[in-house]
């Protein structure tokens, strides 16, 4: 009998097995949020979606797909740290980043996500080929400790209750993909350790306004990490002012509301263009080499969501910094850097007059692009 520890809360942090026991969540993040595989078939696959989007005329995805895309550079290079520092240090920039990284893996592989989250939810053969073959043995995730006042409690109908941990831990899917498989079946399930988050307390829109100061005091104490509505706010300004109070109160709200269950392991809110700087200029010299790469596109983002498509020169960095829209020629130029050209060699090479290479090659240096031999 395998047995195996659910999809969520994803990103896991913990090893892909232990004590015999394999941790599906786990599972994906390896196999998904690495630098190999956004470099490798995540990038090549959103290129050729790309592609076809611009054939077929589908301007709104391919602007998306085209973000997606120049984000695979920066998002490739900072996600394998990202996983470190969250397995070990969870920080709201290292979430941002696998957030990040797994839309690209989703918009990639067409894979649904787990509601309101980024988080993907794979098919069924993938869970299948994970478990093998023979009977399996779930593991639901343990129940959260509660807090210390009631304020978890359910007072009523009308409040709700405290979550018990397992709404949103993917095993569903995981019933979903085994039942009537013949090479493996579930067989039965058991109680993971509990995870040590935080409680959430779900309820009504109508019970965090009454609830407000209450609820404002547990979230600060840390006897709640966050809360779930399971219904609208009711209309008018005082509902508004109680959510943006709690969302400043409670330091997880924010990440729970953008990022499910996980969110209640870091501060604040981080999200992925707030990671992108500018890419420091270069060194000027009579030889440059390239510290970017230059790529060609159908437009910029803007263009493409207008349905104006226009070849468009990116530069991009392994490492996170914004890409940056340029003229053909400078990526030609950029491409012509080895590191062994001087001005009139790398015109020669591109077949542009020395005049016109020059401020070219002035404008990558300040971009930081290039920079001297």
């Known amino acids: 009998m395998t047995e195996v520890l659910p999809l969520g809360p994803f990103p896991s942090w913990g090893p892909l097995r ?13 196999q998904l949020l690495s630098r190999r595989a956004l470099w490798g078939p995540v990038r090549k696959v959103l290129q050729g979606r790309l592609a076809h989007a611009v054939e077929e005329a589908s301007w709104p995805q391919a602007a998306e797909l085209l973000v997606a895309w120049l984000d695979t550079w920066p998002v490739g290079a900072t996600v394998e740290p990202a996983v470190s520092e969250w397995m070990s240090a969870p920080s709201a920039a290292s979430l941002a980043v696998l957030a990040r990284a797994s ?3 989703g918009l990639a592989l067409a894979w649904p996500t787990q509601p309101g989250t980024p988080w993907p939810v794979p098919p069924a053969g993938w869970i299948r080929e994970q478990v ?7 593991l639901r995730r343990g129940e959260d400790e509660g807090g210390g006042d009631g304020a978890g409690e359910d007072d009523g109908e009308d409040d709700g209750g405290e979550d018990d941990g397992g709404e949103d831990d993917g095993s569903e899917t995981i019933r ?9 079946r579930l067989l039965e399930e058991g109680r993971a350790p509990s995870l040590g988050l935080p409680p959430v307390l779900t309820l009504t829109g109508e019970a965090l306004v009454a609830r407000r100061s209450e609820l404002a005091r547990a979230l600060v104490q840390g006897e709640l990490g966050a809360l779930r509505l399971r219904s609208p706010l009711p209309p008018g300004a005082a509902a508004q002012l109680a959510l943006g109070e709690l969302r400043m109160e409670g330091p997880h709200q924010r990440a729970f509301e953008r990022y499910g269950r996980v969110g209640l392991r870091v501060d604040g809110l981080v999200e992925w263009q707030e990671i992108l700087t500018e890419a420091p200029g270069g060194e000027d010299g009579p030889v440059l080499q390239a510290t970017a790469e230059g790529v060609l596109t159908p437009g910029t ?11 468009i020169g990116w530069l991009v960095w392994d490492a996170a910094f914004l890409p940056v829209p340029v ?8 491409r012509a850097l080895d590191g062994e050209r001087g001005l009139d060699q790398v015109a020669a090479e591109v077949g542009v007059v020395a005049s016109v290479v020059a401020p070219v090659l002035d404008q990558l240096v300040a971009l930081g692009a290039a920079t001297a031999a």
């Open 18 to 30: 232990k004590g015999g026991v394999l941790d599906l969540g786990a599972a994906l993040r390896d």
């Open 301 to 311: 983002p803007g263009r493409l969501a207008r349905g104006e498509p226009e070849t």
């Open 327 to 334: 003229l053909p020629v400078a990526v030609q130029v950029l």
């Open 132 to 138: 093998g073959e023979g009977s399996v043995r779930l």
């Open 176 to 184: 979903a993909a085994l039942a009537g498989a013949p090479e493996g």
């Open 103 to 105: 839309e690209l893996v």
